[in-house]
């Protein structure tokens, strides 16, 4: 069954001189108790999207359906099974984070009990514990967006709508993060979540899409975007080649002085042993997801090479 | 949700809205206080001794201008929250409904002006004996008034996409409300053919049947041409409240457009 139908979505900001166009006429569908993956540049269209889907905005055309119900005509049937982390939302200053998890609850219609065995729950998960009875203004940038998060994820609301909710967050605390994303699709939500953190991407998502400039460019896993490379390995050469002289062998772009070679695993052999003789330090590992959605938008990678 | 439970949700908002940065910053108390309190000061030191009924007048309106300051405060604390901290988002993409929001809101604006208005009501009776019935009747003003007030702020809040538009319009709107009209001044004092002006302002209408229900006398009465009933003050009032409240209801953008 689809949690949600995406049909044609447009979106059109009027300013005061030009209009943009942020979404143009976007289809998508994402499975229930799927963990789904929202990737693109700064304006790309991301966060429009989860404005719409999640109720905050009104499209200019077009329809999304969650859990059958329409999200424009009838906000109000699908407010009471949906959540959201809004991008660069920050908590209440003068309360804990117990308070932000509890009273939400309780807003949202929680017993007190239920509010407070699930809060205890998800700041244990979310690493917060130490800092449950701090004002959220002594607290860091990354344990505010902790607290967000784990605000929104304790409604166990069936679908959750996440707008990058790891920024500003730690290695391990991403980490912990995405543990408990991990675990509410596991428990039946929906997720559907944006980052800029690709290996986040990889590592979450069961599926993902790619957008640009409104517009759905790619649809499907992480595995299958990065075999659209055509390419298998990744070779970083620090000195001693130059791109022109590498481009036989795959895609190649220059970053911080050293040589990066997109290729096939059957050139690596020469290519390491060629590096081995000019002395030139070589750094093997799999093409990444980034390499991927850099090809895939079309930026990046014809600019540098 | 049902109603139930849409009021209970107004309620947990006033909780930790309202309550909780009440009591851990208490300063916020003297905040609300402050204003009115000095503009009262000033009036009591600059006419207090040639006109003795000044002093009743300009307290009740100092009690009225803490409930019109409702809603600036409303107006910035709903603008902040949803433009600065993205925190109304939450409450839209959830089972609580605007109205819900909107109330707990206005009443966590009403918990900041309580104590302020407590200190305000003792100095009233301390200057001018006010009856029961008259203390009643005030408070009745004190909510209509709270309510237009809020629901004016909450409207505007929704409409502008920076907080710096929003700050010189809070301003100007609960200035023009509570500074402006007849609130700490009698109205008898505008001269006659522009009195029908100040009746354009709804706090007008309060503050003149605020005085009527407290038995406050402001001496002279108004020119002629204005029609002068607690009646028709109460209608006044009771008809921008209902206006404003439906407008918040129905106008106030809860989705972006």
């Keep these: ?305 | 949700m049902i109603a139930g439970g849409q009021v209970k949700a107004a309620f947990r908002i006033c909780y930790f809205n309202g309550i909780i940065p009440l009591w851990r910053s208490p300063l916020l108390i003297w905040a609300v206080f402050l204003t009115p309190l000095s503009f009262l000061f000033f009036l009591f030191v600059i006419t207090g001794p040639t006109d003795p009924q000044f002093l009743p007048h300009a307290v009740v309106g100092g009690v009225l201008f803490t409930v019109i300051f409702t809603g600036n405060g409303m107006l910035n604390d709903c603008a902040y929250l949803r433009l600065e901290r993205q925190l109304q988002q939450i409450f839209v993409a959830s089972p609580v409904r605007p109205f819900a929001y909107l109330m707990g809101m206005a009443l966590s604006e009403l918990a900041f002006t309580i104590p302020a208005l407590v200190l305000f009501l003792a100095i009233l009776l301390l200057v001018t004996p006010v009856s029961l019935l008259g203390f009643v009747g005030l408070l009745g003003v004190v909510l209509l008034t709270w309510l237009m007030a809020t629901s004016l702020g909450f409207l505007i809040s929704t409409l502008f996409k920076q907080l710096r538009e929003i700050w010189p319009i809070g301003t100007l709107t609960f200035s023009s409300l509570a500074v402006l009209p007849p609130i700490f001044y009698p109205a008898y004092l505008i001269p006659a053919r522009f009195q029908w002006v100040a009746f354009l302002a709804p706090s007008t209408y309060a503050s003149q049947l605020a005085d009527a229900v407290t038995g406050v006398n402001v001496g002279s009465p108004l020119s002629p041409g204005v029609l002068n009933s607690p009646w028709l003050d109460l209608a006044g009032l009771a008809g921008a409240t209902i206006l404003f409240a439906l407008a918040a209801a129905y106008l106030a953008r809860w989705r972006e457009p």
Aim: no cysteine; net charge neutral.
């Design chain 1, 1 to 305: 069954m689809e949690a949600l139908v995406a049909q044609k979505v447009t979106k059109r900001y009027k300013g005061r001189h030009r209009e943009t166009l942020a979404l143009d006429a976007v289809d998508l569908s994402i499975a229930k108790g799927r963990l789904f993956a929202f990737l693109g540049r700064n304006g790309a269209g991301k966060t429009t999207f989860i404005k719409i889907a999640s109720t905050l905005l009104a499209p200019t055309s077009g329809r999304v359906e969650l859990f059958g119900r329409d999200v424009v005509a009838d906000p109000a049937a699908v407010r009471p099974l949906i959540a959201v982390v809004p991008q660069e939302g920050k908590p209440f200053y003068h309360m804990t984070p117990r308070e932000h998890i509890v009273e939400y609850l309780r807003v949202r219609g929680a017993s007190g009990e239920t509010a407070k065995s699930r809060a205890d729950g998800m700041l244990e998960a979310m690493g917060l514990n130490e800092y449950k009875d701090e004002v959220s203004y002594r607290l860091s940038g990354g344990l505010q967006q902790r607290t967000m998060v784990a605000m929104i994820l304790a409604t166990q609301a069936p679908f959750l709508f996440l707008d990058e909710p790891t920024l500003g967050m730690d290695p391990f605390a991403r980490r912990q993060v995405w543990k408990v994303i991990r675990r509410a699709a596991q428990a039946g939500s929906t997720v559907l979540l944006t980052t800029h953190y690709l290996d986040e991407a990889e590592q979450l998502s069961e599926e993902l899409a790619v957008i640009e400039s409104g517009r759905v460019l790619y649809r499907g896993t992480a595995e299958a975007l990065k075999s659209t490379l055509g390419r298998e390995v990744r070779l970083r050469f620090s000195r001693g080649f130059t791109a022109p002289e590498l481009q036989p062998y795959g895609r190649v772009f220059e970053e911080r002085g050293a040589v990066t070679l997109l290729t096939m695993r059957k050139d690596v052999r020469e290519l390491t042993e060629l590096a081995l003789e000019r002395g030139s330090e070589i750094t093997v590992g799999p093409v990444t997801l980034e390499e991927a959605f850099l090809e895939l938008v079309g930026r990046g990678i014809e600019e540098d090479a």
